[in-house]
């Protein structure tokens, strides 16, 4: 390379890092503002969840404690931990919720308070399968007692038999206490008890209970067990169409022949049951994200086709008894965003939250953006401007003679050398010439002086 290409590329690298440095300068303050905005909105709408969420299932073994583990599971991917809260049921993840210790729970039809439970910031996030109402009893039992056909069909040939109801935080006994009331009869008219699930099914085959209810999904491996056990029957709801109509949160379902071992035709004929409707409900104080997130989870988990409903049937936000969250509706009968297809939660979620602020920070910033060319035409222009007040201090001492010659011509020279250093785009070039030959026309003046005669000795 010539000296004088050297020269040239030197000259031309510090320009661009002069301007460079001119409109990060310049747009220095509007940086600030947009900043600082941005991130008073991202402390504000707080975009990402906290990474961990506590979630109220049910008993060891239930079919809530199985959709939990997959919850936990599918919110993992997404590096979030799920604190599983094992309850006693439906009726305890409720209360677990309304007393802040739970953020999400899984709560079937008929427990939720829909006026109380909405003022206090509850919401669902859609329902998420049928949990029929199981009433198995001992089919020697219904021999013994003449029952028509050796089937127990209607509730009130319960009367006076041991019969177990679950436990009091599974909701269970609540439910059992309305359908007792609707045929008439009292708690008192049948020997109740509240064992656990599984200590139920152990006594109701040792000949200790006559018969024990069970509300759950068919998930459960104590509901296949007993459907599989020769010496245990399930009662059919034959009159299952009058109990919906009045108790709106209960639904009509049948087990179809066969579904539970086709092989073995089990059961050999459609049974009429009654279900309700379990649905997902959370905190409104629970973050957005994380609501978002299990509604997602719920399509994964809930949307094939089981013994009661058929293929993406649920979950669905049809049957809710509470009012669903934006983010239950979104996900279940909405659309997700085109870039959920391609980014990471964390990054899709910061998208959606923050792109309102992003738009308004711009909406904003563009009239704003406006100063921005006038301060960077002054960053330039004051490079040059800024050496004519010496220019001028020059100048005076040469119109009122208070300067020596010499010192002014060198003061003019170290001028010049500093002009010639100066670097400015082509577009202000015009400004730097001109403070040269201003320079040049001052030195012209000074040279055209003549010097002053020193004092010589008197004669």
């Known amino acids: 390379m010539t000296p004088i290409q050297q020269w040239h590329a030197t000259r031309s690298l510090r320009l661009l890092l002069q301007t460079l440095r001119d409109m990060m300068v310049s747009m220095g303050p509007l940086l600030l503002l947009g900043g600082g905005l941005l991130v008073a909105a991202y402390w504000w709408l707080d975009p990402q969840p906290p990474r961990q969420v506590r979630l109220a299932t049910g008993p060891a073994g239930s079919a809530y404690a199985g959709f939990g583990e997959g919850y936990a599971k599918a919110l993992a991917r997404e590096r979030i931990q799920v604190e599983l809260i094992a309850s006693e049921g439906a009726q305890d993840d409720l209360a677990h919720l309304r007393a802040g210790s739970a953020d999400v729970g899984f709560v079937r039809g008929g427990m939720a308070d829909p006026a109380a439970d909405t003022e206090a910031g509850i919401v669902s996030l859609g329902s998420l399968f049928y949990e029929p109402i ?8 219904a021999i013994a007692r003449r029952q028509p056909g ?22 269970v006994p609540q439910i059992v206490e309305k359908l007792l009331a609707l045929n008439q009869l009292k ?22 209970l006559d018969a024990t209810v069970l509300i759950s999904a068919p998930q459960a491996g104590l509901i296949r067990a007993l459907l599989r056990d020769p010496a245990i029957a399930l009662m059919a709801f034959e009159q299952n169409e009058a109990y919906s109509r009045h108790l709106p949160f209960l639904s009509t379902v049948t087990l179809p022949r066969g579904v539970v071992d086709l092989a073995a035709d089990l059961p050999p004929h459609d049974v009429p049951l009654l279900a309700t409707t379990t649905a997902l409900l ?5 973050h957005p994200a994380l609501r978002q997130l299990f509604a997602q989870a719920a399509l994964s988990q809930h949307s094939e086709a089981g013994w009661f409903n058929g293929a993406r049937d649920f979950p669905n936000t049809r049957t809710s008894e509470l009012p669903v969250s934006a983010e239950g509706d979104r996900a279940i009968n909405g659309t997700p965003p085109g870039w959920a297809r391609y980014l990471p939660f964390w990054a899709g979620n910061l998208l959606e939250r923050m792109w309102l602020v992003v738009g308004g920070l711009l909406v904003l910033m563009l009239p704003l953006s406006r100063v921005v060319p006038p301060l960077y035409t002054f960053r330039v222009r004051s490079r040059v401007f800024r050496w004519y007040a010496r220019l001028r201090e020059v100048e005076a001492k040469l119109e009122t003679g208070t300067g020596e010659r010499e010192a002014l011509l060198d003061e003019l020279d170290e001028l010049d050398r500093v002009t010639h250093r100066i670097a400015v785009p082509l577009s202000y070039a015009e400004e730097l010439y001109a403070l040269r030959n201003n320079i040049h026309a001052v030195r012209k003046r000074l040279l055209a002086q003549r010097p002053r005669p020193t004092d010589g000795p008197a004669g």
């Open 134 to 141: 199981w009433i198995f009893y001992r089919r020697d039992l």
């Open 150 to 171: 050796g089937e127990l069909q209607r509730l009130a040939q319960l009367r006076g038999l041991r019969v177990n109801v679950d436990q009091d935080g599974s909701g």
């Open 187 to 208: 708690p008192t008219d049948l020997r109740l008890s509240n064992l656990a699930p599984d200590a139920a099914g152990a006594a109701l085959r040792e000949g200790r």
């Open 282 to 286: 959370a905190r409104e104080q629970t």
